[in-house]
Structure formats: C-alpha cells, structure tokens
C-alpha cells in the first residue's frame, strides 16, 4: 500500500457531502476491497462513532462503500469489488447516515458536559450502535440528576451554540479542556469545544451549531460496574423511538381506559391484580397435585420394585409440572417421566425416589437422541425440551 496518506477533508468541512478524487490503492480483504483515496469525506470508524457509509461514481458505475475503517493511518472504503489503482472517481456519503451519526456525537458532548458539570461525573466509555447511543460514567448518578442533565443539555440545544474544531498542541488541549484531559496525548490534537460548554479532545464529526443536534432523549440509565450507563438517542433518531413508544403508550392507555397521566396507576393495578391471580392459581394448583399425585401412584405399573409412571398433560404450568413431577418423587420406588407442551415445544420432567436404580441423568440423555431433543439435570432430576 502506497505511503501516501488520505487527505481528510471531514475534518475541517464536515457539511460536505462528497468529492472528486483518486483511488491510490486496492488490497484485498477477507470479505471484499478496501480502497484508499487522495482525499476523502468518508469518516472511519472510531472513537465510539459508527463509519460513514456511500458510493464511489465513475464511468457510468456505481460502487457501494459499505464501511471505513483506519488501519495504520491509512483510511480504506471497504466495498465488494475492486477498483483500479489511478480511477477518478466521485465519493459521495449517504448523508441521512452521517447526519444522524453528527447528532449523536455532539449530543454525547453536551451529555457528557453535562454529568461532568452538574454530577462530578466522568465520561469513561462512549458507544454508538444503530439503535441506541451510550456513555458510561465512573459513578452513580441518580434518577433527578438524569433529568437536569438531559434539560441542560436541551438547552443549550435551543441556545444554537456554535460547534468549532482546532488543531493544537497537547499544552493547548489541557489547558482548553473543559473535561478531564487524557494526558497520554502526545503532538497535535484535534479539540473540539462548544460555546459555553463542553471542550475535549475528539476526532468525531459534528454539526456546526448545537440547534442542528433538534433533542436528546435519554431513555434510560443502568448500573455499570462501579458506575452508570446511560441510553439515549438524539434528533430523528430520538425521534422516531419516541414516537414509536408515544404509539405503544397510547395505545395502552386505550386498552385500559385509562388517562395518559394514569398509566403508571394502571400498571400497578394490573400488577396487583395479576399477583392475585398467580397465588390463586398456585392454590388451585396444589389442590390439584395433592389429588392426581396419590392417584397416579396407586396406578403406577410396578416392574422389580420400580413404580413406573409415565404422564402426559396438554394444559398445565412448568411450575405445576415441576411440583408434581417432585411430589411423585418423594415415594421411594417412583420412576417419573411427565411430558407436558408449552410454545410449540414438548417439554419432559424426569424424576425418581431413592429407591431407584439407574439416574435421571442417563434417562434423559436417552429421551433427548429419541425425540431429538435438549436437556440435562442431577441424578434424581432432569429436565429437557424438543420440538412438537
């Protein structure tokens, strides 16, 4: 591959959308191509931002790029076939693709000013996926901080703050930081600082003006080592999931009858009541048990002082199945096989008094290669499934 490295223009014109230039190198990859170009505007994938994706036009064709990726300060726009060495081409990124990336990440630099500001809470972690965006935090932070931050951050959305990238001296940086400084930088970095916010060192592209950002939406936070983590979109993205869960909401609302401000009160009735019904159905259960398990017994084929049960049910619980299979166990001479379906699946007990020779451990083993089926267990239990 040639020493000459890509000219990045994303990094200073990040609204452009594509450019004339050179394809300088072709290697093959495991699975396709991976070009190099004089300059580009496709980002690589890395600090926690997703690659740009795109074309390369020329001659008529079109070429899909459907990944960047950076290896050893070469930048290579992988495709599925190759292109000639000295071809001219225009590369051209799907700008929906990186619009939404650019509010992601300057979203994730308002956020992380944001915990850092108002929650002496430190980004430690930063992952952008298709469907949802993450930091991570080097502590807990609780439910109402959550909610001042993500109004914080929100405001200065509505502020339309200018976004600025600089080129300058690790000296520079630190000094320029707002945030905790990585001070095993070394040479130029790249700093990227909002007006009145957030300053750091970051490669990542982003819009121009906080406004371009339109929301950020954190979705929800969870505990994450000795720390949080915290799940949250921004623009259409954010978007787009609230109103998919805005349909759902409403939706339940109906169903239960209830007013938009009442559903929390009608999950709980529903819990509650749902509750009711489960020990209801537990009692009504082990009425059932204590009558079909003496039966089952006293109609159970005896073979070399081994009470041979086999059942079948159509209609009970895993649970009911469980402690009925377990009750028939505690006679010393029961030798236990209950099938039971659930989900398409017909799911097998096996189980046995102490009396018995053998264990269940073999007997499913058995059962499995016979009904082509998985499963496992101890000696005196085993449990498995196979397809109806």
Known sequence: MTETKTIRLYDEQVMLRSCQTVVTACVELKNGFG???AQTVFYPEGGGQLSDTGKLLFDNKTVKVTHVREK???????????????????????????????????????????????????????????DMVTIDLNREVSEAEVMQVETLANQQIQENLPVKTAWMDVEQAAACA??????????LVRVVSIAGSDACTCCGT???????????????????????????????????KI?????????????????????????ERLQTENRELQEKLSLAEERWINEIAPQLLAQAELANEVKVIEVHFDDISAEAARKLAQRLAENPQAQVTLFYKSKNRLNYILTQGTDVPGSCRE??????????????????????????
């Open 35 to 37: 070009l190099e170009l």
């Open 72 to 130: 050893d300060g070469h930048i290579l726009h992988e495709t599925a076939e190759p292109v000639a060495v000295g071809t001219e081409v225009t590369a051209e990124i799907d700008w929906q693709v990186r619009f939404d990336h650019m509010q992601q990440h300057c979203g994730e630099h308002l956020l992380s000013y944001g915990f850092w500001k108002l929650c002496q809470a430190d980004n430690v972690g930063f992952h952008m996926s298709e």
């Open 178 to 187: 707002t945030r905790k400084f990585n001070d095993k930088l070394t040479g």
């Open 206 to 240: 982003h819009p121009p003006m906080t406004g371009m950002v339109g929301l950020v939406k954190i979705f929800r936070t969870e505990k994450h080592k000795a720390g949080t983590r915290v799940y949250f979109l921004c623009g259409r993205l954010a978007m787009e």
């Open 243 to 267: 109103q998919k869960c805005w349909q759902e909401l409403s939706a339940s609302v109906q169903l239960l009858s209830l007013k938009d401000e009442e559903i929390k009160l009608g999950v």
């Open 363 to 388: 007997r499913i083993s058995i059962l499995n290669k016979k009904l082509g089926g998985k499963g496992g267990g101890k000696d005196n239990m085993a449990q498995g499934s196979s397809a109806l």
